[in-house]
Each structure stands twice: as structure tokens, then as C-alpha cells.
């Protein structure tokens, strides 16, 4: 797939920005396996992952929520206690195929709440006490390995009026995702590509009186691709350990998607890139 190919799925993602390059001019010596194209889709401002993944079966979920909780008969069912938004029905096709991780419970120690601070500690895998300027991706940008494609979504910061801008930007996430699944698994390179979400934050669990959410913590994430191995990972909502400010406890370290995806697509080690040992998920087949 070329930069035009791709640039015209990119137009799915409806008001996004992105920055493509030659990402998607793939060698057709690489072997099937190597993953060659990492894509990053930055959901700016701090999606509500409550709403996204929901815990279906917690009965706290509707309290905190009475007006944003969704319905169990409009929820997409992935198991008997957890469900997807009813927008991200195009990422089902997905889920049933196994190429479609979610991995609850992402964040880092002392979440800050600020957008500015929290971007910069997951641009950087920094810690929260820790202030860097030095971009995660630029460090092995001069090594030879898979390209990068930063694609952002902005307007999840949902402090009021939340239900229908939530459900709008799912809907365009979604698409966006199963367009780009759609094409690359007809060129034949989907076994070739992650895709990775990333957000500043999650939000609150407890609705406010605006029809929205304030900023929260810990929050679920999707890796996506032809090598990633499907289903849940990580740790599910803990609604009855919120933390002081309302937000969702943080399970996974955010460092672990990237020592997850470093070396797949690198091939070494990822911590001469993040500064310590981290522990990878078991998401992906290569």
C-alpha cells in the first residue's frame, strides 16, 4: 500500500490529523510475519474508556451512571460480563477474527490530570516524577525497522453533553479502523501492521451534571493487526476501587504496549529504549 492508498483511508477518520510519510511502501521480501507499519491513533482530549469498554454485568456501572450508562440490549457483547459502545459495531468483524486486542486498566502511576503533562508522559514513556523531551518514536526512528503513521482524533474531552459526541467519535474511530483492516487485509499486508490506541487519560467513572464525565485514569486501549492475538487483556474496571479524584485504577503500565510493540517492530529489546526492563503483554504472535 502507498502514501495515496493510505491517505484516502485516512479520509475515514473525518477531521483527524495524521502524519503518513512512506509508511505503507512495504518490501515484498519482508517475510509475511514482520510487522513493518506501526499506527499510532492518538484519541485526543481523553476518551471515556467507561463507555467504550463497558463492564456490562457491574451494577455500580449504571449507578455512577444513570443518564451515560449504556443498555445491555444496545451493548455489543464480547463476553458475559464486558461489552463495546454500539458505535464500534464496524470493529466486531475484527474481535471474531482474533486480530483484536483490548487491554483495560492502561495508565501510569500518579496520573496527572493535565492534557499537557499526561501527552508528554505517553509521547515520552516517562514517568509521572520524570520530564522529558525526547519523543518515544524519535529514539529508534534512525533504526532500521518498521515505520511509523501518528493519526489523531480530537474531541473526546467530554465534559458536558457527552452521549452523542462519544457516540459520533466511536462511530468515526471505528470506521476509520475497519477501513483500514478492509484494505490492508486485501494488499495483503494486514499480518504486517500494528495499530495502537493512545490517550492522554480516561475519565471519570461518576457522570457530572453536565451530561458528562471529568478527567480520569486508568483506561482500556486496542492493538490491532494480522499478528496480534484477540481478546481481553490487562485489568477490568474496578469501579469499587476509584481512585480520590473518581477515576478508574490504573492495572497496566503504559510502558507495557510499548515494550509490546518495540520489538515486534524493531527487533530488540525495548528496554535500551525505555530505560528499564518492562514486562510485554502476550498479545502478539511474533
Known amino acids: 500500500m502507498n502514501r495515496r492508498q493510505f491517505l484516502s483511508i485516512a479520509g475515514a ?27 499510532l491513533v492518538d484519541l485526543d482530549g481523553g476518551n471515556d474508556a467507561l463507555n467504550t469498554v463497558i463492564p456490562i454485568a457491574d451494577p455500580r456501572y449504571r449507578a455512577l451512571r444513570p443518564n451515560l450508562a449504556i443498555s445491555k440490549d444496545r451493548a455489543l457483547m464480547l463476553d458475559e460480563r464486558t461489552a463495546l459502545h454500539p458505535s464500534l459495531l464496524p470493529l466486531m468483524n475484527a474481535w471474531r477474527a482474533n486480530d483484536m486486542a483490548i487491554v483495560q486498566g492502561v495508565g501510569y502511576d500518579a496520573p496527572n490530570r493535565s492534557h499537557f503533562r499526561s501527552r508528554q508522559i505517553w509521547d515520552t514513556a516517562s514517568h509521572a516524577d520524570e520530564y522529558r523531551a525526547d519523543d518515544l518514536f524519535d529514539r529508534v526512528k534512525d533504526t532500521h525497522g518498521a515505520n511509523v503513521i501518528r493519526v489523531t482524533l480530537h474531541g473526546f474531552d467530554t465534559h458536558e453533553n457527552q452521549a452523542h459526541r462519544h457516540a459520533a467519535l466511536l462511530a468515526r474511530l471505528a470506521e476509520g479502523l475497519a477501513s483500514l483492516r478492509a484494505s490492508l487485509i486485501a494488499s495483503g499486508d494486514w499480518n504486517r501492521t500494528l495499530v495502537m490506541t493512545r490517550s492522554e487519560f480516561g475519565r471519570a467513572a461518576r457522570e457530572n451534571a453536565a451530561g458528562g464525565t471529568e478527567h480520569g485514569a486508568g483506561a482500556a486501549h486496542f492493538m490491532m493487526g494480522g499478528n496480534v492475538r484477540g481478546g481481553l487483556f490487562g485489568m477490568p474496571p474496578r469501579l469499587d476501587r476509584l481512585d480520590a479524584d473518581g477515576g478508574l485504577p490504573v492495572g497496566v503500565d503504559l510502558r507495557r504496549l510499548y515494550a509490546t510493540a518495540i520489538p515486534a517492530c524493531w527487533r530488540f529489546d525495548a528496554a535500551a529504549i525505555l530505560g528499564q526492563r518492562v514486562e510485554p503483554l502476550p498479545l502478539l504472535r511474533v
Open 13 to 39: 477518520f473525518a477531521g483527524c490529523a495524521g502524519s503518513v510519510g512512506d509508511a505503507f511502501a512495504f518490501s515484498r521480501s519482508d517475510p509475511p510475519s514482520s510487522i513493518r507499519t506501526l499506527v
